[in-house]
């Protein structure tokens, strides 16, 4: 991998700071939930969380943490996004993400992060260890049936990162308005739509092929000797088998998927739809106090009409 790595494209000066972020806090956090019955996996992967953005979405990811439980977590870049993000737009329940992954280093979880573009000013601690995380600017790791996989973000092999940061960056900052532009129709339709993120695939097309990104990530860990690579930043979810048993693997996102992978203890990687697992999963922040109320109101009737009891 080249050596070269764009800079942290803009001072973070009122992003909270790192000191706090990383802070261990408890293991029950600031909504109140309680511990629950997790799956557990060998190994997690999960990318492009984009904390502080306008179309992350820290409830279901809190949701998904809260599930789970696994040896070793790896962090595939962009998990906070310090191009767009700032301080009145970091909420209380993106440091609950951040406490409840350090919550599972204290509990024995070995986690490893690789940052993205957009939390490039990470880069500046590769090979040092912050608050229970290993940081470095790649990974690799060796799944149960023998596999050796390349664990990288992937921003590094896309051109438009590369040869056109500052368009990159003033992207992200329309995709950004794009985001606050959709969530505010999406109030108003039954039916939803996601034109940020059509605008934003059709944008990365002009500076790219679609499957440029995928080759030149493929061919890379092939030259290293390994036999599949794990990556993030294109926000397409996919695990594919190559005819010669190369495995390349993308975990996705939580902007416009809510995506995971995961390694059973076999050696077997499934992508995990969090939608399709937790349909039901809805981020607490776009609820007011108000329709929370009126919905438990509605369940307590639901729950007298059929007992009998009086409402």
């Not at 329309?174 to 108003?188: D, F, G, I, S, T």
Request: proline share 4%; with cysteine.
């Amino acid at each position: 991998m080249s050596n070269h790595l764009p800079d942290s494209s803009k001072k973070l000066d009122d992003l909270p700071k790192l000191s706090s972020l990383f802070a261990a806090g408890p293991d029950v956090d600031e909504d109140g939930r309680e511990p629950r019955e997790t799956t557990h996996y060998r190994s997690i992967f999960l990318s492009d969380v984009h904390l502080g953005a306008v179309g992350s979405k820290p409830a279901a990811v809190q949701d998904f943490l809260y599930s789970v439980d696994c040896d070793h977590l790896f962090l595939v870049g962009d998990i906070i996004d310090g191009w767009v993000t700032r301080e009145r737009k970091w909420k209380q329940e993106h440091t609950n993400v951040i406490r409840t992954i350090l919550g599972k280093a204290k509990h024995g979880t070995e986690i490893r992060y690789t940052p993205g573009n957009h939390d490039a000013f990470m880069r500046r601690m590769n090979g040092f260890e912050f608050g229970f995380i290993e940081f470095a600017h790649s990974f690799s790791h060796r799944t149960s049936d023998g596999r050796d996989l390349l664990i990288v973000h992937g921003d590094l092999f896309d051109r438009s990162c590369t040869k056109y940061t500052k368009i990159a960056w003033m992207g992200a900052w329309l995709y950004e308005y794009a985001q606050a532009v959709n969530n505010r129709v999406n109030k108003k339709r039954k039916r939803k739509v996601d034109f940020a993120s059509k605008l934003k695939r059709f944008t990365k097309s002009l500076f790219a092929p679609r499957d440029h990104f995928d080759e030149m990530l493929i061919e890379h860990a092939r030259e290293e000797g390994y036999d599949g690579i794990v990556c993030g930043h294109v926000h397409r979810p996919e695990i594919r088998v190559l005819e010669d048993g190369f495995v390349y693997v993308n975990c996705g996102d939580w902007v416009e998927h809510k995506t995971a992978v995961v390694e059973y203890e076999d050696g077997t990687l499934e992508l995990i739809d969090w939608d399709k697992k937790n349909p039901t999963v809805e981020p607490l922040e776009g609820r007011s106090r108000r329709k929370r109320a009126k919905e438990r109101a509605r369940e307590i009737r639901r729950r007298n009409a059929a007992t009998g009891a009086p409402r």
